[in-house]
Nanobody, 120 residues
Framework: QVQLVESGGGSVQAGGSLRLSCAASGFPDCMGWFRQAQGKERERVAVIYSGSGSTHYADSLKGRFTISRDNAKNTLYLQMDNLKPEDTAMYYC????????????????WGQGTQVTVSS
């Protein structure tokens, strides 16, 4: 069982930055950030392999978002720069044990979500 607690969401103007944090109770193999905008399906933002540190991003977000993990603090981060109104969504931290971190279906542990709102 992994418990996840997100923080760091909020409201920001377009072009601004936010950093999300996710404190984990365990040390899962896979951790990731997902988001869901109102009326849209949930999408994968970025994932990280805990062992190798390998990261994978949604193509549309490369260069603006950075996922990282502090293993000593058991905390996952998402640095979001140059935010756009279309980034407005509820952001969820997720975790899983397994070898294939890229698949959204892998993730069975979810945080409560943190809202990010970007105004133009």
């Amino acid at each position: 069982q992994v418990q996840l607690v997100e923080s760091g969401g909020g409201s920001v103007q377009a072009g601004g930055s936010l950093r999300l944090s996710c404190a984990a109770s365990g040390f899962p193999d896979c951790m990731g950030w997902f988001r869901q905008a109102q009326g849209k399906e949930r999408e994968r933002v970025a994932v990280i392999y805990s062992g190798s540190g390998s990261t994978h991003y949604a193509d549309s977000l490369k260069g603006r978002f950075t996922i990282s993990r502090d293993n000593a603090k058991n905390t996952l981060y998402l640095q979001m720069d140059n935010l756009k109104p279309e980034d407005t969504a509820m952001y969820y931290c997720a975790a899983a044990y397994g070898a294939f971190c890229d698949s959204s279906a892998t993730y069975i542990y979810w945080g409560q979500g943190t809202q990010v709102t970007v105004s133009s």
